[in-house]
């Protein structure tokens, strides 16, 4: 983290006299006279004129009048500028490329390459100086990124704990013998589920798999709840409410919490009852009934329940970019957006474009075709009622879109514990692009109704404290990381703020924001 990458801040060593409340530092950064916006200790936003110094990674003071500094320190002046804790993107993928299937990363090391150098600053570049991955499948990718010497600060999930034969083992329909390599949960309380004889099933009970998740420096248990309002044929066990219980207390124990991926009324329903302390995804599968899949008129059911995650404070990541991704892969319009050629060089652009780089999008188009296929007595009353599959898709992208929208815009009126993330990488789909995703996804949670002051909270108190961050991050206090964005714009009176960065402080060293661009 000693390469310096800054321009135009000055370096002083300043031989301030010392004074009664002179503040001493030999790796310092002083921030001066800039209006802070932060979260109190009890998260009440305060927007005050002030100044911030650091000393190496770690904010030393936070004071409204000036304040005398001594020993060797940069100082930023921040007049008429604005200063908030770095952001925290609480759902990503890292291992995954936005852009390149399993297949394509074996016949392009090159672009493999290319992305993952582009990925820590394509997230700083957009103010991202924290990043938690949810699903550790990759430690040997995590460890690489985290090494890189200029980045977000990565923490992560363990590997996602799930139950012998769950939605993912049998979409991907692995072989038993790989199934029985994975770190898979035993849900004892399930006796539909066999294994063979010879598998030791005490390795893979909630106490040990937790156990090995929390001493391997993980934060957070994620597990999943994946049932059949997404239209897919239910062939797949679920997690128990009883397993599912000591998953969560023996995640407690340990000073862990819980993220279920739970994107239904039954999901997010199964995780509210079972102690589950975070919700990953917004609630867009509302029901199995084919009749109403595409109703976007929220059942009172549904109301009451998210009212009850609002109310229990349980976190909750809408990640509208999961689906919105998806429909900018098919409205093909993200390629044109100009901010690309500042992350990504020219050879990752071009592939992006080439036929290659479109596999995503011919796999979302060949869904409906997949679905009817695979559960034809769901899918055909639906595809029936419409004309063309384009037709279809548009009636059922628009749905999702409301359905996240109405969810999300009910919690933040009844000031849920909306926690930011995008779930970056999910699907390997291009239109994750590090960083820029992050901007995306904060217009779509204002474009649904989110106030800008829930929404800056959401990115970053509420993150750290649910992710149990708070000491260090999340905030701008003493004894709290330097982490900070030097803003040009008022982030609670535009979304545009987010992408008017000057300067990104990384554990007390300023960047400069082109510094981090492909094109400088
Ligand atoms: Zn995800």
């Known amino acids: ?54 000393d190496g990674a770690v904010i030393v003071a936070v004071t409204d009048s000036k304040a005398p500094v001594k ?33 394509l990363r074996q016949t392009h090391p090159l672009l493999v ?11 700083l570049y957009y103010g991202y100086t924290t990043l938690i991955d949810v699903d550790n499948y990759a430690p040997g990718t995590i460890d690489r990124l985290k090494n890189i010497p200029i980045g977000p600060q990565i923490y992560t999930c363990g590997r996602k704990i799930r139950v012998m034969d769950d939605f993912e083992m049998s979409m991907n329909e692995l072989p038993t013998n790989q199934k029985l390599k994975l770190p898979f949960l035993h849900d004892k309380y399930n006796e539909s589920i066999s294994y063979p004889d010879t598998v030791n099933l005490n390795q893979h009970t909630p106490e040990v798999l937790v156990k090995r998740i929390a001493s391997r420096g993980n934060i957070c248990v994620k597990t999943l709840y994946e049932d059949a309002t997404s239209g897919l044929p239910m062939g797949w066990e679920l997690p128990s409410k009883e397993i599912t219980i000591e998953v969560v207390q023996f995640a407690h124990k340990e000073g862990l919490c819980v993220v279920m991926h739970a994107p239904s009324y039954d999901g997010q329903r199964f995780a509210l009852e079972n102690g589950v302390d975070i919700i990953a995804h917004a609630m867009w599968n509302w029901t199995s009934d084919p009749e109403k899949f595409l109703d976007t008129d929220l059942p009172m059911t549904h109301e009451a329940l998210v009212m009850e995650i609002a109310e229990k404070g349980i976190g909750y990541q809408p990640t509208f970019r999961t689906i919105l991704g998806e429909m900018d892969i098919l409205e093909d319009r993200l390629l044109e957006n100009p901010q690309l050629s500042k992350l990504y060089s020219e050879a990752y652009m071009d592939f992006l474009k080439s036929e290659n780089g479109q596999w995503g999008r011919n796999m979302i188009l060949g869904r409906p075709k997949f679905l009817a296929k695979v559960n034809p007595s769901f899918f055909h009353p639906i595809r029936n009622s419409f004309e063309t599959d384009e037709q279809l898709f548009d009636a059922l992208y628009d749905s999702y879109k409301i359905k996240i929208e109405t969810v999300v815009r009910l919690l933040s009126e009844n000031d849920g514990n909306l926690l930011f993330g995008t779930d970056n990488g999910a699907m390997n789909m291009y239109t994750h692009v590090p960083g820029l995703n992050g901007y995306l996804e904060m217009n779509h949670w204002v474009d649904a109704g989110v106030a800008l002051k829930q929404l800056f909270k959401a990115a970053t108190y509420n993150n750290a404290k649910s992710f149990h961050l708070l000491d260090s991050l999340g905030s701008i206090e003493v004894g709290k990381k330097a982490n900070l964005l030097v803003l040009d714009s008022n982030p609670l009176k535009s979304i545009k703020a987010y992408n008017d960065i000057q300067t990104i402080v990384l554990e007390g060293m300023p960047i400069n924001r082109n510094e981090l661009s492909v094109k400088k």
């Open 113 to 123: 390459e290319e992305y993952f150098k582009r990925l820590p600053k394509n997230f």
């Open 71 to 103: 020993g060797k320190f940069r100082k930023i002046d921040g007049t008429g500028k604005y200063l908030i804790p770095g952001l925290i993107d609480s759902h990503v993928h890292l291992n995954n490329i936005a852009g390149l299937n399993y297949p």
């Open 1 to 54: 983290m000693k390469k310096i990458l800054f321009l135009g801040i000055i370096l002083l060593f300043a031989s301030c006299k010392p004074q009664g409340n002179t503040i001493a530092v030999t790796d310092g950064l002083l921030i001066e006279n800039i209006t802070i916006i932060t979260s109190d200790s009890q998260g009440k936003i305060t927007s005050a004129i002030g100044n911030v110094i650091s």
